[in-house]
């Protein structure tokens, strides 16, 4: 299976500590996602990256939250300080080059984070 | 302030009978509208896309209808399967780069 894989599926974190999420998207796709789903809402955009360039940031991504995409390949995204209001469903998803809208982008199956 | 919306929560729909699903915007720079459903424990998944030069595309079962001037969309399944039950994200975009999703609508489909 080479769609786009997540990692942890789920993370249990006290609060105050640090937590980092890794997304693997699909090898031929030049962009990647990131997006937070909480209860009864839909994804919300978070970030998303070109290659190894950070092209937007939503402000919802306060300056607790850092990605990298150090290759332009796979992404990590850490939490500092992790509060109980970060706790959510984050997802990642990958396009493919050449594609003018966003119909191609394949979502991961997301790491759920609860923060007690 | 939220710019797709899905105004009803859930729907739920009888085995072989048309399921319609309804989704609002409020940015009229969005040209590209989308939707994606989404099952448990998985990330959502795309289902059907219009552009804002068409009013219909149609794949399948499913047709989604795009009126600009109402700033409304909705999509269609006939005949809606169990296996459509899922939630099922409106979303739009305003660029290549981004998509908004709306909040979702839980669609049962009843054997």
């Known amino acids: 299976d080479t769609g786009v894989s997540q990692d942890p599926r789920h993370k249990i974190t006290k609060r105050g500590q640090n937590v980092t999420f890794r997304c693997d998207p699909i090898s031929e796709h030049n962009r990647l996602y990131w997006y937070r789903q909480t209860l009864g809402q839909g994804p919300e955009f978070l970030t998303y990256?070109?290659?190894?360039?950070?092209?937007?940031k939503s402000r919802l991504l306060s300056d607790r939250f850092s990605a990298e995409r150090p290759k332009g390949s796979f992404s990590t995204l850490e939490i500092q300080r992790t509060e109980q209001g970060d706790s959510a469903m984050y997802l990642c998803?990958?396009?493919?080059?050449?594609?003018?809208?966003?119909?191609?982008?394949?979502f991961g199956p997301g790491t759920r984070l609860t923060v007690l | 302030d939220q710019q797709v919306k899905q105004n009803s929560p859930s729907l739920s729909v009888q085995e072989g009978r048309i399921s319609i699903l309804n989704c609002d915007y409020t940015n009229s720079m969005f040209d590209y509208f989308l939707w994606y459903k989404k099952y448990p424990a998985e990330g959502p998944t795309f289902l059907i896309s219009i552009s804002s030069i068409k009013d219909k595309n149609e794949d399948g079962r499913f047709t989604v209808f795009l009126n600009k001037s109402a700033k409304h969309l909705s999509l269609h399944i006939v005949p809606s399967q169990p296996g459509d039950s899922a939630v099922y994200f409106c979303?739009?975009?305003?660029?290549?780069?981004?998509?908004?999703f709306g909040p979702g609508t839980s669609l049962s489909v009843i054997p």
């Open positions: 998803a990958s396009s493919s080059p050449g594609q003018i809208h966003t119909d191609t982008q394949y």
């Open positions: 979303a739009a975009s305003p660029s290549y780069d981004k998509v908004i």
């Open positions: 990256f070109q290659n190894e360039a950070q092209l937007e």
